[in-house]
């Protein structure tokens, strides 16, 4: 019976509490992903070049009905969930697995050599059973005389080939778990992750679905995030939520949050890698699901009109920086010149000057030699008519 229920569970066919056999693609959550808008068992198709992106679809009414696509959710975050929250939920009884490991691992050596035992009495139960009717026979039934010694000598030569298999098997047993592989299988139990990292894509679903039923994916129910409910095999359910990968911040589910992040940090007078690592610290995710740059806060704060705070603050630029260098006035007016002048010297290189940040004021280095330089090639400069 077990086996027939497990033989019904393999079909191939997509089915309510039919997750199918375990393949070796990497979707973690093949067979046992559900669809969150429509309830039915979502499918698995890999994408990318190399067709190593997997992504969970339900194309349940697009294919009957002809009407759009339920939902796709790209399953490598998703996987990644699941995955920390399956550790998660086995870390506290690592010991009572050391412990189960060990104990499965004889017992089904036992249960193999029982079925040896058995089959092996049953081969030399029907020789000896052949033996029996070729004696019993009379000898001058010479025609079932010569039948019964060809049955005899089937059921031999079937007795040596059991013989030889089960010595074959014997061989390539380890034999009894001493001490020392009981204190490594119950290493490998504790150490659970590098456990399922050694294991194959296939190994990790049937690892899986030992202890999951399924997962619930909708990702429409609410902005930039993925909704999951894990149904575990205890019958008890949990929800998460995931950030999802997104094209802008419009989309983002964090939008709201960073937005006030990056003013409190800006206000605050940090440069914009100074707010970037503030929030990768902060582990706060951007739309792409990628780290935070420099260049990244900079087109947050034009979109979102966030001036950068000054090392002024808010009061105008002074002709000169407490450090002595020139601002973009005092430079102007040191030289006898426009200020769009200085910005196109700066440009082409005949002043040296920096910014803090993207935003900030110029400091110009003007040395008092370099000023009478400048200022005579000033005057010798014909002004236009």
């Not at 509490?17 to 429509?38: D, K, M, S």
């Not at 009957?64 to 009884?93: F, S, T």
């Not at 010569?146 to 074959?168: D, G, N, P, T, Y």
């Not at 098997?169 to 992750?193: K, T």
Request: aromatic share 4%.
């Amino acid at each position: 019976m077990a086996n027939q229920a497990r033989l019904a569970d393999n079909v191939a066919r997509l089915a309510p509490e039919r997750p199918g056999v375990a393949r070796r693609g990497c979707a973690l959550l093949q067979g046992i992903a559900v669809c969150g808008r429509c309830g039915r068992r979502m499918s698995v198709r890999y994408s990318g070049p190399h067709g190593d992106y997997p992504v969970y679809h339900c194309s349940a009414d697009q294919v009957r009905d002809g009407q759009p696509r339920c939902q796709e959710v790209r399953a490598l975050r998703v996987d990644a969930a699941i995955e920390q929250e399956l550790l998660a939920a086995l870390a506290p009884d690592q010991v009572a697995l050391a412990v189960a490991a060990v104990g499965q691992i004889e017992a089904e050596t036992q249960r193999l050599a029982q079925q040896w035992a058995l089959k092996r009495e049953r081969a030399r139960y029907e020789a000896e059973r052949a033996r029996r009717q070729y004696d019993a026979v009379e000898p001058e039934n010479r025609l079932v005389a010569r039948s019964l010694e060809r049955v005899w000598e089937e059921k031999l030569r079937h007795l040596e080939a059991v013989e030889q298999a089960h010595e074959a098997w014997q061989r390539e047993q380890p034999g009894p778990m001493g001490e020392a592989e009981c204190a490594e299988v119950s290493a490998l139990a504790q150490d659970l992750p590098r456990v399922w990292r050694a294991a194959t894509a296939a190994e990790r679903k049937r690892i899986l679905r030992l202890v999951v039923r399924d997962v619930v994916l909708d990702q429409k129910r609410e902005r930039g995030l993925v909704w999951m409910r894990i149904t575990w095999q205890t019958g008890a359910s949990s929800e998460h939520q995931l950030q999802r990968r997104v094209r802008s911040y419009a989309d983002c589910s964090s939008t709201e949050h960073l937005r006030e992040r990056v003013q409190d940090l800006n206000a605050a007078g940090k440069m914009d890698q100074e707010i970037a690592d503030s929030l990768n610290a902060e582990g706060v995710i951007s739309a792409r699901g990628v780290p935070f740059r420099g260049e990244t806060i900079h087109l947050l704060r034009k979109q979102w009109e966030i001036r950068t705070v000054k090392i002024n603050g808010k009061d105008a630029n002074p002709l000169r920086w407490p450090d002595g260098s020139y601002s973009i006035q005092g430079a102007a007016a040191a030289l006898e010149i426009t200020a769009q002048t200085v910005f196109k010297w700066l440009r082409k290189g005949r002043l040296q000057g920096h910014q803090l940040a993207k935003g900030q004021p110029w400091q110009v280095i003007l040395p008092a030699d370099r000023i009478n330089v400048l200022c005579q090639q000033v005057r010798r400069t014909r002004r236009s008519k």
